[in-house]
Every structure is written in C-alpha cells, then in structure tokens.
C-alpha cells in the first residue's frame, strides 16, 4: 500500500489498484485534517473503488471540511498559483465575446460589473456550454455557439447566466453548496428570450 500527499491543483483524492498494490494520493490540502476527516476520506475512497454506497456520517464530514472557509481560502490561492488555465481568445469567427459582455453588461447591469477575462472554450464542448472560474476570474463559453445557425440572444443567455454567477457567488447551506440562489434565479427571469435560448440550448 502506498499513500501520499500529492500537489493537486484541488481538493482532489485518488485510489487506484494495480497488481495488488494499492496506491492512494490525497491532495496536500489535506494535510494536518483531523482523524475522523482522513477516515471519512478512506471510506468515501474505498467505497467508490469497489462501487459500494458512501454512508451519509462519512460524506458530510468530509463535505463540511473542505467546504469550510479556512480550505477554500486555501484551495483558491493553490488553484491560482497550480492551476493551468488556457484562455483562448474573446474573438470567435461569428461572435466576440467581449462586446457581448460590454452589451449586456449596459442593459442589466448599468456598465457597473467589472469584465473578467473572456474566451471561448479549446473544445467545442456540448456537456459544458460555459462555466465561470473564480480563480482564475474568467468565463468560457463553449465554442459550439461559435456558429453562423446559433441565434445571438442563445449566446447572450450563456454569458448573461456566468455574468450573475459573478454577482451571486456560490454560498453554503449547512454542508451544501448553493449555487444558483432564490436571488440568481429572479435576475435569470429578467432576460427577456430566456425561454427561446433555454429551448435552444435542449435541442442543442
């Protein structure tokens, strides 16, 4: 058995068996947990390696201390300081990213919310069409909407949505993280093609 500390760019943990030898790697944010967190973390680990359910007492007590205020401070500035982020540029062939933002930015924001760095994505990805990444304080939209048959307004949903993933950070509830709050959802509702760019997007 072989188990490490490893300088993940997260909170990452992995176990692997390999002609008998079991090699485990927890990430080095975890070093100095208290012995319940490390023996929740080898439950959760074992249990996902032979495909058994995680005992609930192990998941939250795992969840709670990574999603405590000290570990995500930490694992923020490792993410920064690890992390690889490759930004393509705003500018697509059909649509530029950054007047996009500057445009709705005017319309629901009164100019006021700073712009983060803009970029459409490596891959034109389908099982993620944009995700806003606060380390690195950058959207990415997937460069499928990069496309002459793409209406505009589908486009502006998808930065419109990662724009109030800006203003509406993501908060704890007891152990879980809610992301898209009661307050997220109301601003979703003000842009007015919502339903046309959601319809879109599902036939998408």
């Known amino acids: 058995m072989s188990v490490q500390f490893f300088p993940f760019a997260n909170v990452n943990n992995t176990i692997r068996l390999r002609e008998g030898n079991l090699l485990v790697r927890l990430s080095d944010l975890l070093e100095g947990a208290p012995d319940p967190v490390l023996r929740a973390i080898a439950h959760i680990l074992i249990a996902k390696m032979y495909r058994k359910r995680i005992e609930a007492a192990h998941a939250s007590r795992y969840r709670k201390?990574?999603?405590?205020?000290?570990?995500?401070?930490?694992?923020?500035?490792?993410r920064q300081l690890r992390g690889r982020k490759r930004l393509a540029s705003a500018r697509g062939t059909h649509y530029d990213l950054d007047l996009i933002f500057e445009s709705l930015n005017l319309r629901f924001f009164g100019g006021m919310q700073a712009r983060p760095k803009m970029s459409w994505s490596q891959k034109r990805a389908r099982n993620l069409l944009g995700h806003y990444d606060p380390a690195h304080?950058?959207?990415?939209?997937?460069?499928?909407?990069?496309?002459p048959n793409v209406p505009r307004y589908a486009v502006e949903y998808i930065v419109?949505?990662?724009?109030?993933?800006?203003?509406h950070p993501v908060k704890l509830n007891g152990s879980r993280r809610?992301?898209?709050?009661?307050?997220?959802?109301?601003?979703?509702?003000?842009?007015p093609e919502l339903e046309q760019a959601q319809r879109f997007i599902r036939r998408l």
């Open 178 to 191: 809610c992301v898209h709050s009661a307050a997220f959802h109301a601003e979703e509702k003000l842009f």
């Open 65 to 78: 201390y990574i999603l405590s205020s000290a570990v995500r401070t930490k694992a923020h500035l490792i």
């Open 137 to 147: 304080n950058a959207i990415i939209v997937s460069r499928i909407f990069d496309h």
């Open 160 to 167: 419109y949505h990662e724009m109030l993933h800006l203003r």
